[in-house]
């Protein structure tokens, strides 16, 4: 019988997509996919940093594999992603998680086989990280969760510094992959049946810079727009100090461009922004909104905030507020301020205490959820394309699917029609939701 293995997945859509490459690398070994931990004799984390809580929950389920591991001796258990790039992480999962065989980090996911070839050679435990990750790694394919909508990194690693963040000193330096080899990957995504792209960074907007001749990220999307059999393109993650007009222009004329777009503002007072080293203001960014308003009219627009990072007053939570009225977003993720060790925030001596924290939090989502409402009213008894993604968890004669704007819809359908786009006429509107029927 093939050895089983297991993965679990932390963090943002480049951890789930690093995931995606794992599963390629030991399928070739020989490995089956379970969904059980007890049945595994590979178990791996992708583990992500960004804020405390994710952390600590990697530290817990860790923990929760002794005892597997004791049953089963031959049980290798692997941790990689963010965390790991961190040498006092490392040292903890050393000293206090005896059980961890194997650990890696964000840039040697190819080392994989290597890896686990060495640990069952010598038994002893396998550290292996590159802390200045500057090379791009382009061998390795990806078992990819979906058949028809896939993700492709365009840049790794970021170098803006916020000074909340984390990520630069996790993944490292920004560096863009060559144009002919996004280009190529995405070529062949379309010819194995692909519709849509996910193009991947921690700040798309500025891919090309590294490369050492001039390429912008709008002519990518041109070259990516003239992709055969590709129906939708999305992207993520765009700074708004680096949305080029270049760039909303390319939004706005090319036709597989979905109407979407992330833009993640983290606060709405000059302030906090200039501690945050944003590198904009709330002027800089509404006017941004105004321009992609224009251009691409029924544009939905997300966002990531953050509440309570040093410093923080009720005034400057109030003009958050106040911004978060003016765009109208779709959507937003939203975060209690974490202290991350190592970040310049971290030293700052004016931290927010948490009863002020979770209190703005929830001012924050009752005044956002409203907004959703209203966001998503506008598509009531109206007919939408959407692309079938899967059957619903709850009810097995429901589909679930996306909007090119990125909205989900519950619709009744057979799971034949999986990986398809549809038309679907919305009949009823929640503020998360959509739901209609197809026609
Ligand atoms: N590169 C992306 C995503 C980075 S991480 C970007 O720049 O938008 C995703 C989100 O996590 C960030 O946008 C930010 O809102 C949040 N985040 C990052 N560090 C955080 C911290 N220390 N505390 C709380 N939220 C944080
Ligand atoms: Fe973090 Fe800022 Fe880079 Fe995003 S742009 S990954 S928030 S440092
Ligand atoms: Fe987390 Fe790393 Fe992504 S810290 S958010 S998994 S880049």
Redesign the pocket.
Known sequence: MNKRYTIVTHG?QMNEHDSEKISWLLENMGYEWTDYKEESDFIIYNTCL??ENAELRVYGQIGALKSLKRKNPDLIIAICGCMMQREEVRNVILSKYKHVDIIFGTSNIHKLPQLINRYEQTGKTIVDIVEDNREIVEDIEANRKYSFKAFVNITYG?N?F?T????PYTRGRERSREPESILEEIQELAERGYKEITLLG??VNSYGKTLGYDYSFARLLKEVNKIDGIERIRFM?S?PKDLSDELIEAIAKLDKVCEQLHL?V?SGSNRILKAMNRKYTREDYLLLIEKINKAVPNIAIST???VGFPGETEEDFNQTLDLVKKVKYDSA?T??????EG?V?ANMKNQVPDEIKHERFQRLLDTLYPIFYNENLKYMDKTVEVLVEEVSKNNENVLTGRTRTGKLIHFEGDKDLIGELVNVKITTVKSFTLEGHII
Do not use: E, G, M
């Open positions: 943002c960004v804020r970021c803006n916020c909340y963040c984390i990520v921690q700040n993650t700074h993640p983290q990531d905030i953050i993720f975060f209690l301020y974490s202290i991350r970040t925030a």
